[in-house]
């Protein structure tokens, strides 16, 4: 009730009541979860309610007969793409959305009222929704559904990002091959083959110019180090 008062009226209580607004959108009370196992539904499942162009909840609409539909996009490899929700107790609450998602991908609902006569309304559309991360110690491949194990010469973190372990060479970014270098001299760390300072090439099996030796080291040195090996045992002759 409404109060009304004047310095040269009593006091009236005047009864108001407040209808609800004509709907002119959709929004989203709770959000999906962000993150799917691709076997079970998503643990919080969305809500949603309608609004009128005032803020205000609609909780009691001229009908009640009102279904809003969840379309998933992207839709590929999904055993379900689209979802019903009823109108019920002032909102639409989702049961059983479930998605298989591909790994590196992110995936939206689209949520959308089925037509009513005289309604024009504000469609919404859900945070974003993406596949479980991989454990520590795997990787994954954009666009599949499961993770794989990490490979012999590698370091995984879980991503599709792959780097050497010490000694290994990775001749390209798109190859999981990972090759131990005879050499020793290959570096750990990179996405790609990587050596120490004084080598180059594949599997950094040979030195950069002016240097030599298995080691590697600066012509001079080694011309160095043969003669003082030679004066050494002319010395002992």
């Known amino acids: 009730r409404l109060q009304l008062s004047s310095p040269l009226l009593e006091s009236v209580l005047v009864p108001v009541w407040v209808s609800d607004g004509l709907p002119v959108a959709l929004q989203i009370l709770t959000q999906p979860s962000r993150e799917t196992d691709s076997v079970n539904p998503l643990v919080e499942q969305p809500r949603l309610a309608l609004y009128d162009g ?4 609609v909780a009691r609409p001229r009908t009640t007969a009102l279904r809003v539909w969840a379309t998933l996009h992207p839709t590929a490899q999904q055993p379900r793409n689209t979802f019903l929700a009823p109108f019920k107790d002032g909102e639409f609450t989702f049961v059983g959305v479930l998605l ?3 790994r590196g991908l992110k995936y939206h609902l689209h949520f959308t009222l089925e037509p009513v006569e005289g309604w024009a309304l504000r469609n919404a559309t859900s945070r974003s929704i993406v596949a479980e991360p991989c454990k520590p110690a795997d990787y994954f491949v954009f666009g599949e559904l499961d993770c794989r194990s990490c490979m012999v010469g590698a370091w995984c973190n879980g991503t599709q990002h792959l780097v050497t372990q010490d000694n290994y060479w990775r001749p390209t970014v798109n190859t999981t091959n990972f090759v131990r270098c005879p050499s020793g001299a290959c570096l750990g760390g990179h ?3 990587a050596c120490l ?3 180059e090439g594949p599997l950094c099996a040979y030195c950069i110019p002016s ?6 080291q600066p012509c001079g040195s080694v011309v160095v180090n043969w003669l003082a090996l ?3 045992a002319m010395a002992y002759m």
């Open 211 to 216: 240097h030599a030796g298995e080691s590697c």
């Open 197 to 199: 300072p004084t080598y």
């Open 100 to 102: 298989k998602a591909q």
């Open 54 to 57: 005032a803020g205000n909840v």
């Open 230 to 232: 030679l004066l050494t």
């Open 191 to 193: 996405t790609l083959g």
